[in-house]
Nanobody, 122 residues
Framework: QVQLTESGGGLVQDGDSLTLSCALS????????MAWFRQAPGKEREFVAT????????HYADSMKGRVTISRDNEEKTVSLEMNSLKPEDTAVYFC???????????????WGQGTQVTVSS
C-alpha cells in the first residue's frame, strides 16, 4: 500500500523560505506523478504544483508561480516543494499527493499524505 509522509513544515516569518519534503513508500516511486496541495482553515483544498513521473514536466498554480519550485529525486523516492517569499496568506496545511498521471484537481489523486502545517507570521 502506498504511503506518503510529509515533513518540513513549521512557523516562519513573512518573506522567509521553507522547503517541504514528501517520501513515498510501498510502491515504485517513479510510477507516480506527484503533487502538492494546500488547505487553509475554512477553505477548499487548493492545487499548488505537480511534477511528472520523470521530473521533466512541472505545472504550478498561478498564485504560486515564481515563488515555488517542485522537484523530485527518484533514487531517494522523495518530492520536494521549495517555497520562497512566503506570505501570511500561504498559511495552510500542505499535502503531498500521488497518482499515475499529473493533474491539478485533488479528487483525481488516489494517495495522500497526512499533511504538514506551514504558518507564516506577519
Amino acid at each position: 500500500q502506498v504511503q506518503l509522509t510529509e515533513s518540513g513544515g513549521g512557523l516562519v516569518q513573512d518573506g522567509d523560505s521553507l522547503t517541504l519534503s514528501c517520501a513515498l513508500s510501498g510502491d515504485k516511486f517513479s510510477s507516480y506523478a506527484m503533487a502538492w496541495f494546500r488547505q487553509a482553515p475554512g477553505k477548499e483544498r487548493e492545487f499548488v504544483a505537480t511534477i511528472s513521473r520523470t521530473g521533466m514536466t512541472t505545472h504550478y498554480a498561478d498564485s504560486m508561480k515564481g515563488r515555488v519550485t517542485i522537484s523530485r529525486d527518484n533514487e531517494e523516492k522523495t518530492v520536494s516543494l521549495e517555497m520562497n517569499s512566503l506570505k501570511p496568506e500561504d498559511t495552510a496545511v500542505y499535502f503531498c499527493a500521488a497518482d499515475h498521471e499529473m493533474a491539478t484537481i485533488a479528487r483525481l489523486y488516489d494517495y495522500w499524505g497526512q499533511g504538514t502545517q506551514v504558518t507564516v507570521s506577519s
